[in-house]
């Protein structure tokens, strides 16, 4: 059992989290569902529980907890299917999860090698920014924002963890940007010339951006492009106030990433307007955030973890920034009633105004034998963008994560062999009504407007709009002990 010091701080920290639950009133945006599956299982109330292959990214101090040589791989399918938006013209699905398939998938990968009895370095995989959906051009979705979208970093991590004493481990990890994917396709509806919108109208044309695709991956949406040049970094302590309670706590930087690629604006099909292809380029900044969190035993079977994580994304560029979508040159050879509107256009402007969130998250693990261990977490996540800013592209609204799993312990009794986890994630966001005008971003480029010479603009929705729905993932990981 507990000492009375520790105790106290359980209550303490508990008053302090429910404080914060209570008085949090930021939000959220797009952001990472986790690293491994144990993670997603536990809903993210990671930082003081015991290291597994993911503490590259969740708290570089866990991989001082490795004593031997470890390798991880983990693979988790995402299905966004279940999305849906609802507005006088009907309501709409996702269709699938990317253009190249049903569902998406996340590799994981972690390597940890012991250099001595204190020192632990080694190697992590992940995608901690991802966010795909292909609405295939369902009627009526055009309007509001894009019909397919894919938003994809691989991080490759270099990650070094030090026992300090018995009590205390610190680390740091190096986050490189290895590949990124983004594609954005923009349906452009007859009212781009002007009228009201309706939730049939004729396509006119799309706006297509996409980045240089020249090296392949074995996982949705298959073709990436290779980055290697944008670095950030992660830094983390674990402490044990007694046998049975951890206290965790980390810090990722925030992490420049330029994308770039061709853009498509396509008008040839069915008005025969025009087409121009010129190249683009986008800073998108992945923001820093701080967790801060413990675990609690509270018997031989039963182990009770919670974080807090605080991200800043109001500083963030393209998110708490306006996001500037940059033409190497200007746009030409459109005709029609539509050419001289778009002629000469530069690039592009969003303003998202996105605000700092608080997430909190909860979790428990139970042992129900020498061998398998339950998993079950809850997280919630405000939502981050304001009425006037929202759109569908990133698709925020509060969200209530929901954890379960189990792992598994194969290993022998020096702790070498193999070790499975399996877990489930359903992200629920919950419905968010947007009254017709309400946001200048809902209206995607229905109508053409323009903030300053050269660059378009969004314009706001004439109608209520209404979107929610479940992001499920699902996956395995395996690991093993040398």
Known sequence: MKNKAANNFVRMFGLVLLTCYTASASADFVQTMGMSNREGALAGATQGVAADASTWYVNPAGAAEFKKPVISLGLRFVDTNHLNMDDSGGSYNVEATTVNGEIAAAPGLGVYLPLSDKITAGVGLGVPFALTADWENNAGVHRYSFSNQAFFTVDLAAVVGMEVNDRLNVGVALNVVAFKHLTVERLVPVTALGGHTGPNELI????????????????????????????????????????????????????????????????????????????????????????????????????????????????????????????????????????????????????????????????????????????????????????????????????????????????????????????YQGVIYEDRLIKAGASRNMGGFSKVAFDSPGVLTNVTSDEDFEFGGIINLLGVDITYSF
């Open 204 to 423: 006119v044309g799309r706006i297509l951006l996409e980045t240089e695709m020249d090296f392949p991956l074995f996982v949705p949406p298959f073709q990436f492009d290779p980055a290697f040049d944008e670095i950030g970094f992660t830094i983390g302590a674990k402490y044990d106030v007694s046998d049975d309670l951890t206290f965790g706590v980390s810090y990722r930087s925030e992490q420049d990433t330029t994308f770039d690629g061709e853009a498509t604006i396509d008008f040839n099909n069915p008005l025969g307007l025009g087409k121009s292809i010129v190249p683009w380029k986008l800073d998108f900044d992945t923001p820093a955030h701080i967790k801060a969190g413990f675990a609690y035993d509270v018997s031989d079977a039963l182990t009770w973890s919670v974080d807090l994580q605080y991200t800043f994304w109001s500083d963030a560029d393209a998110v708490g920034k306006a996001a500037n979508i940059k033409f190497g040159e200007p746009l030409s050879g459109l005709v029609g009633p539509v050419g001289p509107a778009l002629n000469g256009v530069t690039g592009v402007t969003y303003d998202w105004d996105g605000d700092d969130t608080l997430a909190v998250a909860a979790g428990v693990q139970f042992k129900l034998n020498d061998k398998l261990t339950l998993l079950g977490g809850y997280r919630y996540d405000p939502e981050s963008a304001p009425d006037d800013a929202i759109d569908v592209l990133f698709w925020s609204g509060d969200r209530h994560w929901i954890g379960a799993g189990a792992t598994y312990d194969l290993t022998n009794s020096d702790g070498r062999g193999w070790t499975l986890t399996a877990g």
